[in-house]
């Protein structure tokens, strides 16, 4: 599996605040880019994915910015909750869909009420 | 959308003997993968439980040590053999279903394994 590399680790944005998390990757055959959302105990959920043809892609309060070029691409969540709190994990496939995920290795988020 | 039910959701097993975990969805899935979370870890892809015929492994786990049964399209097993502390892991069900017109991977709770 290719190797996806995500940013930072931990991570602790006051109530409010923007958080960011950066994920990079070798692979161009990538063709699609999830972040998944997890709480302690539970599996991850789907919380927004893009695909390459898009440079941005908006659902409520999460964004995900995609540079194709740079072959980067970061999670945005605006007005960051203490509800947020959770670790984040991006991910990417080469089949276009859900298949055969390649994991970054996760942030952890702290939103401080 | 699906649901994934996995069981047991933890157990502790003693170095030496085997755990077959359960993954049961609530609807027809074409695809079901099984995935390894070590603790505080990212997830790793195990292997594609493949219905009516052999998992397909990724490079570092074998059919030996991780048996797989798919033997329809609502449910799968993974048995993990010959257990080692190292395998004290969460393992997670995932399939691929639709939802609101596009695919996603949704996943199990997962089953906790502490080997002692």
């Known amino acids: 599996q290719q190797q996806v590399k995500q940013s930072p680790q931990s991570l602790i944005v006051q109530k409010g605040g923007i958080s960011i998390i950066n994920c990079a990757y070798e692979?161009?055959?990538?063709?699609?880019f999830p972040w998944y959302q997890q709480f302690p105990g539970k599996g991850p959920a789907l919380l927004i994915a893009i695909r390459p043809d898009v440079s941005e892609k908006k659902e409520g309060r999460f964004t995900i910015s995609f540079n194709k070029s740079a072959k980067q691409f970061s999670l945005h969540i605006m007005d960051s909750q203490p509800g947020d709190s959770a670790t984040y994990f991006c991910a990417a496939s080469t089949s276009g869909s859900a298949r055969q995920l390649t994991f970054g290795s996760g942030t952890q988020l702290t939103v401080l009420p | 959308s699906a649901v994934i039910s996995q069981k047991p959701s933890r157990d502790i097993c003693q170095r030496g003997t085997s755990l077959t975990i359960q993954c049961q969805v609530d609807?027809?899935?074409?695809?079901m993968f099984w995935y390894r979370q070590q603790p505080g870890q990212s997830l790793t892809l195990i292997a594609t439980a493949n219905q009516g015929s052999e998992a397909t492994y990724e490079s570092g786990f074998v059919i030996d040590k991780f048996p797989i049964s798919r033997p329809n399209l609502t449910f799968s097993t993974l048995t993990v053999s010959n257990m080692s502390p190292e395998d004290s892991s969460i393992y997670l069900c995932?399939?691929?279903?639709?939802?609101?017109?596009?695919?996603?991977?949704?996943f199990g709770q997962g089953t906790r394994l502490t080997v002692v």
């Open positions: 609807s027809q899935v074409t695809m």
């Open positions: 692979n161009t055959a990538f063709d699609y």
């Open positions: 995932s399939v691929e279903a639709i939802r609101v017109g596009k695919t996603e991977a949704f």
